[in-house]
């Protein structure tokens, strides 16, 4: 699955379609709608999708969905124009929300099938670390591919990747799926509302679930703070040309922590609570400063909150059964969305200090929520 990470997000097309918009004429105004459109798709498309992975496949869900996310890119090219571009993020949206659960939930119950369940933690920082070292390849190989035949030729080879990446998101092993823990029922017994709604279920009222559910949408959201890294660098008197560059070892810190959070995945509670509050008590203190030193400080809070959140969302997948998980998964995903947007307002109130304080609070909270225990061991779901 690394490898399946690193390839689905080393898209040429990623760090180039905001200017192809302005390029073909969009005005900030239209921008904003596609970026809208975009997020609308997820939340209305998140969950139900998570169940679509439940009920049938986690597996063809990842094929599905880089496929779809194919689908989308073509658009772009061959239709650049407003309505092109809609259609492409709309597209890009149900890709994106289909493999949005069925990830995780494959990962999981596959190393539980394997007698591995404790290993996710490791494993699955692994995969988040492929994930932000993609980033690089893709900043290359767009400079090259732009260099050679502008946005058609970004955009056809995204294309091709995504078919690539559903092809080796095929050869994936799908772990089997226990029976329910509430009825004994095997999930392939329960159709697709029955599904959708027990999993809704276990998010909502299953012990040891919605305490850790919250837990993991606060901390997700704090991935929007990446969007303000180059506005953070240049207002701290980083000229605008080393921007680029000085966002390198932000991502490299991120890699790190999230390749090393399965050391961290055994720590108690409180300890993990620690873990975070410590760096963004000095995040605080770089925002109040605003010197191009505190960008060390940047690096260290990023690789710190990459290894936290691989930690949290370990906890959450142990205390949901296998039937839910993609499910449980997807309603995370889409709080962490929503949640996002204290993010945002907390940016435009405080910038750094404003987005430092609220992961203080999150880090002060982390200890009462990641308290609750499961009532048993939930692996595969026996």
Same mark, same amino acid.
């Given at each position: 699955m690394v490898g399946w990470a690193l390839l689905t997000d080393t898209i040429p097309v990623y760090p180039l379609y905001a200017l192809l918009f302005a390029d073909t004429g969009l005005s900030d105004l239209q921008i904003s709608v596609l970026f809208g459109i975009w997020s609308l798709v997820g939340v209305l498309v998140e969950v139900p999708s998570g169940a679509i992975a439940d009920r049938f496949s986690r597996r063809g869900c990842l094929v599905a969905g880089? *496929? /779809?996310?194919? $689908?989308?890119? %073509?658009?772009?090219?061959?239709?650049?124009?407003? #309505? +092109?571009? =809609?259609?492409?993020?709309?597209?890009?949206?149900?890709?994106?929300? *289909? /493999?949005?659960? $069925?990830?995780? %939930?494959?990962?999981?119950?596959?190393?539980?099938? #394997? +007698?591995? =369940?404790?290993?996710?933690?490791?494993?699955?920082?692994?995969?988040?670390?492929?994930?932000l070292v993609s980033q690089l390849p893709a900043a290359v190989a767009a400079t090259a591919l732009f260099a050679l035949g502008g946005y058609p030729l970004a955009g056809w080879v995204s294309v091709g990747v995504s078919v690539v990446a559903a092809g080796f998101a095929a050869r994936i092993p799908e772990g089997p799926r226990g029976a329910a823990e509430e009825d004994g029922e095997d999930d392939g017994d329960l159709g697709y509302l029955a599904t959708l709604r027990a999993g809704l279920a276990a998010a909502a009222a299953r012990p040891g679930v919605p305490a850790v559910l919250v837990a993991a949408m606060a901390l997700g959201s704090f991935d929007t703070v990446e969007e303000y890294f180059?506005?953070?660098?240049?207002?701290?008197?980083?000229?605008?040309?080393?921007?680029?560059?000085?966002?390198?070892?932000?991502?490299?810190?991120?890699?790190?922590?999230?390749?090393?959070?399965?050391?961290?995945?055994?720590?108690?509670?409180?300890?993990?609570?620690?873990?975070?509050?410590?760096?963004?008590?000095?995040?605080?203190?770089?925002?109040?400063?605003?010197?191009?030193?505190?960008?060390?400080?940047?690096?260290?809070?990023?690789?710190?909150?990459?290894?936290?959140l691989v930690v949290v969302g370990a906890r959450l997948q142990d205390r949901i059964d296998s039937r839910s998980r993609a499910t449980v998964t997807s309603v995370a995903a889409l709080g962490t969305d929503l949640a996002s947007f204290a993010i945002y307002g907390a940016w435009v109130l405080g910038e750094v200090p404003g987005v430092a304080a609220v992961g203080l609070l999150t880090a002060l909270a982390l200890p009462h929520l990641l308290r609750a225990r499961p009532p048993r061991a939930l692996t595969s779901g026996g």
């Open positions: 880089d *496929l /779809v996310r194919a $689908a989308g890119f %073509a658009a772009w090219v061959l239709f650049p124009g407003f #309505a +092109g571009f =809609a259609v492409g993020f709309v597209l890009w949206g149900l890709g994106g929300s *289909l /493999v949005s659960g $069925a990830r995780e %939930a494959l990962l999981y119950d596959g190393l539980a099938a #394997a +007698g591995g =369940a404790e290993h996710y933690a490791r494993v699955n920082g692994w995969v988040s670390a492929a994930e180059p506005l953070m660098a240049a207002g701290w008197g980083v000229p605008v040309a080393w921007v680029p560059l000085v966002d390198l070892p932000i991502v490299g810190a991120g890699v790190l922590g999230a390749a090393l959070a399965g050391r961290a995945a055994g720590l108690p509670a409180s300890a993990i609570g620690v873990l975070l509050g410590v760096p963004m008590a000095l995040f605080v203190l770089a925002g109040l400063l605003r010197q191009p030193v505190g960008i060390a400080v940047v690096a260290v809070c990023y690789g710190v909150y990459r290894a936290v």
